[in-house]
């Protein structure tokens, strides 16, 4: 199994500020995946990171908006821009683990955000 | 698109009673399924996991699943719950080589009285 460790685990910014959240993972692996958890919701797949490529954004996410980093195999960055009180949200990162026949996700505890 | 439903959106029963949360998807083709917890204040982890052979899949905790073809289901049981099973459950479906990504249903809250 992965083990994954986000920074900050939260923040409370103001609009119009950008925030850049960590995601370290103690393995190498080749997909990692950012997610939102809005307040009372399921999780939404925001886009999928890739190593030495560009992320793949899903739909309604836009990159201008978040911006993802993958500069090696064990740490990814997702920065929300100009943000406003609808970004307020649980930020989590997981990662896939394709040892063997199956495949898993793990998620890291969460970067919950505040936006007033 | 994928679509992933559960059918509760908030169940509360008393220690010791039994349980069972409904999952279902949208879709045929072949399909990864999986059921994750998420404990107040904690990350989420993975209950169990289906992917082929025996469609009756047991997990930790005491959680089993069972697949149903026929009906697109994935349904969570459990005999005897406890208060610490009190948590947020959330299906999810891969569609098996359909790219990389996880769909999730909405999450059924679970509040289980001492």
């Known amino acids: 199994s992965a083990v994954i460790s986000q920074k900050p685990s939260r923040d409370i910014c103001q609009r119009g500020t950008s925030l850049t959240i960590q995601c370290q993972v103690d393995s190498q692996v080749t997909m990692m995946f950012w997610y939102r958890q809005q307040p009372g919701q399921s999780l939404t797949l925001i886009a999928t990171?890739?190593?030495?490529?560009?992320?793949?954004?899903e739909s309604g996410f836009v990159i201008d908006k978040f911006p993802i980093s993958r500069p090696n195999l064990t740490f990814s960055t997702l920065t929300v821009s100009n943000m406003s009180p609808e970004d307020s949200s649980i930020y989590l990162c997981?990662?896939?683990?394709?040892?063997?026949?199956?495949?898993?996700?793990?998620f890291g505890p969460g970067t919950r955000l505040t936006v007033t | 698109a994928q679509s992933v439903s559960q059918h509760n959106h908030h169940v509360i029963l008393s220690e010791a009673a039994s349980l069972e949360l409904g999952c279902n998807y949208s879709?045929?083709?072949?399909?990864?399924l999986f059921w994750y917890v998420q404990y107040p204040g904690q990350h989420l982890q993975l209950l169990l996991k289906?992917?082929?052979?025996?469609?009756l899949v047991k997990g930790i905790k005491g959680f089993e699943a069972e697949f149903i073809k026929s009906k697109f289901s994935f349904n969570l049981r459990k005999p005897s719950v406890q208060w610490s099973d009190t948590a947020e459950y959330f299906c999810a479906v891969r569609r098996d080589n359909y790219g990389q990504n996880f769909v999730f249903g909405p999450g059924t809250r679970l509040s289980v009285l001492p």
């Open positions: 289906y992917f082929s052979g025996d469609p």
């Open positions: 879709y045929g083709g072949t399909v990864n």
């Open positions: 990171a890739n190593q030495g490529s560009e992320a793949t954004y």
């Open positions: 997981s990662v896939e683990d394709r040892g063997g026949p199956s495949y898993e996700q793990y």
